[in-house]
T-cell receptor
Framework: DTEVTQTPKHLVMGMTNKKSLKCEQHMGHRAMYWYKQKAKKPPELMFVYSYEKLSINESVPSRFSPECPNSSLLNLHLHALQPEDSALYLC????????????FGQGTRLTVV | GDSVTQMEGPVTLSEEAFLTINCTYTATGYPSLFWYVQYPGEGLQLLLK?????DKGSNKGFEATYRKETTSFHLEKGSVQVSDSAVYFC??????????????FGKGTHLIIQP
């Protein structure tokens, strides 16, 4: 199984809503990532979890709150988002060692209205 | 810091044409290099990778060679198909301490193959 599964595939939310994005992998990877991708741009790293601990937070606003409840799951909690937060949110996972590639999910297409 | 530079396109070719997408990088250490492909409406898929100088990554007819002397990792394919239409990202990863720190991506090259 080399899949990273993200749910939901599409999400429309209002600026006062609270929602969560979910990501799951069963490859035994101990590094998991959230990326944000705007149209026609490369993915931008948001958060890195290594061994279920937050190791990198790329100055992301607090309205985005990550959570890694166990080694297979990664969540991104959303609250009070702005329209400019509309984007494709990609989850990825990898082993924690040199020369390894990251496996990406299909993404959640988020629209904030 | 690390960076990746690639031609942005769009690059438009006819079916069966030869493809080259240039990629150069700057890195403080000795990175691993990757090409990812993103089809419309989908996430990223690893296309190929190389982890040391002179390594050649290959997959689905695509090839790229890790050239340390020119800090390049150009993507090539001898005969493209309409189904190769996608956005291609060159990326690098440095894990000097063995920890995970994510990928540094180029801006992406939009490839359009016409029948």
């Amino acid at each position: 199984d080399t899949e990273v599964t993200q749910t939901p595939k599409h999400l429309v939310m209002g600026m006062t809503n609270k929602k969560s994005l979910k990501c799951e992998q069963h490859m035994g990877h101990r590094a998991m990532y959230w990326y944000k991708q705007k149209a026609k741009k490369p993915p931008e790293l948001m958060f890195v979890y290594s061994y279920e601990k937050l190791s990198i937070n790329e100055s992301v606003p607090s309205r985005f709150s990550p959570e890694c409840p166990n080694s297979s799951l990664l969540n991104l909690h959303l609250h009070a988002l702005q329209p400019e937060d509309s984007a494709l949110y990609l989850c990825a996972s990898s082993q924690v060692r040199r020369n390894t590639e990251a496996f990406f999910g299909q993404g959640t297409r988020l629209t904030v209205v | 810091g690390d960076s990746v530079t690639q031609m942005e396109g769009p690059v438009t070719l006819s079916e069966e044409a030869f493809l080259t997408i240039n990629c150069t990088y700057t890195a403080t250490g000795y990175p691993s290099l990757f090409w990812y492909v993103q089809y419309p409406g989908e996430g990223l898929q690893l296309l190929l990778k190389a982890t040391k100088a002179d390594d050649k990554g290959s997959n689905k007819g695509f090839e790229a060679t890790y050239r340390k002397e020119t800090t390049s990792f150009h993507l090539e394919k001898g005969s493209v198909q309409v189904s190769d239409s996608a956005v291609y990202f060159c990326a690098l990863s440095e894990l000097p301490g063995g920890g995970a720190d994510g990928l540094t991506f180029g801006k992406g090259t939009h490839l359009i193959i016409q029948p």
